[in-house]
């Protein structure tokens, strides 16, 4: 289950964000023939009018990605190592060479969970041979080689844990990594639980509603759709039904 998560996690493919929310070519020449920034902002709003964003740039602005031509969807940022924007983008993770994001986070969860679970297995039935290790009762060379399991199991477990349990907390109310160091922006101004729809809905948006499914990495996480989008798009959109 462990090796199936990190799998999953690792080769996993960005979810595409959907053409609508890319800038037409004419739309685009006007945007770079923009003289003032007024001008700018006003050509992206009447673009976003018919799109379900409501998140906006720090100056209550629609938020644009230069780099991929479009308005970014809610909760997507531009990674930097990927090259493109990553919907519900939570962290680019060098430990599984991936964006985290709407695509894999359940993966993800799970194999912070079975690795955390085997670290704790390894601990658990080594600790005796350590007890021994130190009390002078190992002999031989092999007695180097369970110490370092068991230090290594140790140290994976208390990193392992405390980044599980702090993703928990962040599914529990609906935010990524990267809302949790910057609360989202809305019309209305900031708000760091503006995706939360409850402590159940929110574990339900990542890991689905089938109970059996839960514990699988098997992608099952929903995306609460507005009206104007297209349901086989996965867009992560809460607000939009606020
Ligand atoms: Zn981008
Ligand atoms: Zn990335």
Not at 40 to 47: A, G, K, T, W, Y
Not at 67 to 83: F, L, M, N, T
Not at 89 to 111: A, E, R, T
Not at 167 to 176: D, K, Q
Request: proline residues 5%.
């Amino acid at each position: 289950m462990f090796l199936w998560s990190y799998w999953q996690t690792i080769i996993t493919d960005l979810v595409k964000v959907p053409d609508k929310f890319k800038l037409p070519s004419l739309e685009l020449e006007k945007l770079h023939q923009a003289e003032s920034e007024d001008s700018h902002r006003q050509i992206l709003e009447r673009f976003a009018q018919d799109l379900p964003v409501t998140n906006r740039t720090i100056k209550g602005e629609i938020r644009y990605c230069e780099q991929c031509q479009i308005v970014k969807p809610d909760r997507a940022h531009h990674c930097s190592v990927c090259r493109t924007c990553v919907l519900k983008m939570d962290h680019h993770c060098p430990w599984v060479n991936n964006c985290v994001g709407f695509h894999n986070y359940k993966f993800f969860m799970l194999f912070l969970a079975y690795a955390l679970l085997y670290c704790i297995f390894v601990v658990a039935t080594s600790l005796q041979y350590f007890i021994m290790f130190w009390k002078g009762e190992l002999e031989g060379m092999d007695k180097f080689h369970l110490l370092f399991l068991f230090f290594v199991a140790f140290m994976f477990a208390i990193s392992l844990n405390s980044l599980f349990f702090y993703h928990c907390y962040l599914i529990w109310h609906n935010r990524s990594t990267l809302e949790a160091f910057r609360p989202p922006m809305f019309r209305t101004g900031k708000d760091k639980d503006g995706f939360s729809l409850g402590k159940y809905n929110n574990f339900q948006e990542v890991f689905g509603d089938n109970t059996r499914l839960w514990f699988l990495p098997v992608f099952t996480s929903t995306a609460v759709v507005g009206p104007q989008v297209d349901v086989q798009e996965p867009l992560v959109d809460p607000t939009s039904i606020v």
